[in-house]
C-alpha cells in the first residue's frame, strides 16, 4: 500500500538554493503523502508520487496545497512506488511498479483506451526477482536499475522477513528491449543508481566498504561495465543517494545518523553537497557542505532532483506538528 501521513505530519516540496541555504515551500500537504520530485527538463514542472500514482505540479508553485497537483495518466500501470524518472527529451515518463517492472509512461499520460509500455522483461524469480529504477542515460537510450533478488525462492516476498533477504546490484537496462548489463554483481548491498551527466559513470551508495557494520552505506563511483570502482565518501553518516548537477559540479546526497539500517522514513536527516572537479570527483581536501537539515529520509531526494540549470534542487520533508 502507498505510504500515508501520520496523524498530525504533513508533508512539504521544498526547492532548495545550495549555494546559500534559502527555502521556498512549492506544496504543503496534511492529507496526502508526496514522494520523490523530479524536476523536469524545461524546468517547468516538478513531478512527484502520491496515493500509488503520479503527479505533476508547477516548478514555480509556492504555498500550494494537493489541489494544484496535475495527474499524470499511466493507463494500466499497476501502483508505482517513489522511483520514477523523466526521458531527457521529456516525451515520456519511466516508472517503477509494485509489480517489480518498469514503465514508460508519455509524458502527457496515457490517453483513454491506451497503454503505457513495460520496458523490463519477464523474470524466471518470479515476484523474487524487482527492479527499482533511480536514473537514466543521457541519451535516453539505458535505465539505471538497482534489481533485488531473494537468494532463494519464498512464499511471500514482500514479507518482513524475506525483505531482509534481498540482494540488490546495479545493473542497466535497455529502454528499447529491456535487456540488462550488470555493473556490479556480489553480495554487497547498493543502491541509488544514478548516470554521470556525461554518461560514463554509474553513482551509487553501497555497503561494500562497510567493514561488516550493517547498514553502514557510502557513495561511490564506477564506469558502466563496473571498471574503475572509486569509494567517494567514507564518515561517520549512513550515505544515500548521490545526484549529480547537470553542469557536473556538485554532488548532492542525504546522510542518516550513524546506525541506520536501510533508508527508512521519519528520521532526522540532512542534505550535503560537494564540490566536483574536472574529472567528475571531489577535489582532494575538499569537505561536505551541510545544506539542510530536515525530518524525511525515504521519499526525500530518491530520484533525479537537480533543476536543470544546477542552481536549485527540490526535496520533500515530513514535519510534524
Known amino acids: 500500500m502507498p505510504r500515508t501521513l501520520q496523524p498530525g505530519q504533513s508533508s512539504r516540496v521544498l526547492v532548495v538554493d545550495p549555494a546559500t541555504g534559502d527555502v521556498e515551500v512549492a506544496l504543503e500537504s496534511s492529507s496526502v503523502l508526496v514522494e520523490a520530485p ?3 527538463p524545461d524546468g517547468r514542472w516538478l513531478v512527484v508520487n502520491a496515493d500509488g500514482l503520479l503527479w505533476r505540479l508547477p516548478a514555480e508553485a509556492r504555498g500550494v496545497d494537493e ?12 501502483e508505482i ?13 519511466f516508472v517503477s511498479s509494485r509489480d517489480g517492472h518498469l514503465y514508460e509512461v508519455p509524458w ?55 525483505r531482509a533477504g534481498w540482494q540488490t546490484n546495479v545493473v542497466l537496462v535497455s529502454v528499447a528491449d529491456g535487456a540488462p548489463t550488470s555493473v556490479t554483481a556480489d553480495g554487497h548491498p547498493d543502491d541509488g543508481a544514478e548516470f554521470s551527466p556525461d554518461g560514463r559513470h554509474a553513482w551509487f551508495n553501497s555497503e561494500r566498504a562497510s567493514g561488516g557494520v550493517a547498514g553502514h552505506a557510502q557513495l561511490f563511483r564506477a564506469r558502466p561495465d563496473g571498471g574503475e570502482l ?9 550515505n544515500w543517494f548521490p545526484h549529480v548537477s547537470p553542469d557536473g559540479s556538485t554532488l548532492l546526497w542525504l546522510g542518516y545518523p550513524a ?34 537539515r530536515l525530518l524525511g529520509g525515504q521519499g526525500t531526494i530518491n530520484v533525479p532532483c537537480w ?13 510534524r506538528g
Open 38 to 40: 523530479n524536476w523536469s
Open 259 to 292: 546506525g541506520t539500517l536501510g533508508h527508512p522514513e521519519d528520521h532526522d536527516v540532512v542534505l550535503r553537497t560537494l564540490p566536483l572537479g574536472t574529472d567528475g570527483l571531489p577535489t582532494p581536501g575538499e569537505q561536505p557542505r551541510d545544506v539542510l
Open 81 to 93: 512506488n517513489n522511483d520514477h524518472v523523466i526521458a531527457p527529451d521529456q516525451g515520456s515518463v
Open 108 to 162: 502527457d499520460g496515457v490517453a483513454p483506451g491506451g497503454e503505457a509500455r513495460r520496458v523490463t522483461r519477464e523474470h524466471p524469480a518470479g515476484r523474487n526477482h524487482k527492479n527499482y529504477l533511480h536514473g537514466v542515460s543521457p541519451d535516453g537510450a539505458t535505465l539505471s536499475v538497482i534489481v533485488g533478488a531473494l537468494p532463494e525462492a519464498v512464499a511471500d516476498p514482500d514479507d518482513e522477513e524475506a
Open 230 to 238: 572509486v569509494q567517494v565518501t567514507d564518515d561517520e553518516l549512513v
Open 307 to 319: 533543476a536543470p540549470d544546477s542552481t536549485r534542487f527540490a526535496c520533500v520533508d515530513y514535519p
Open 67 to 78: 489541489t494544484a497537483l496535475v495527474p499524470v495518466p499511466m493507463g494500466d500501470v499497476p
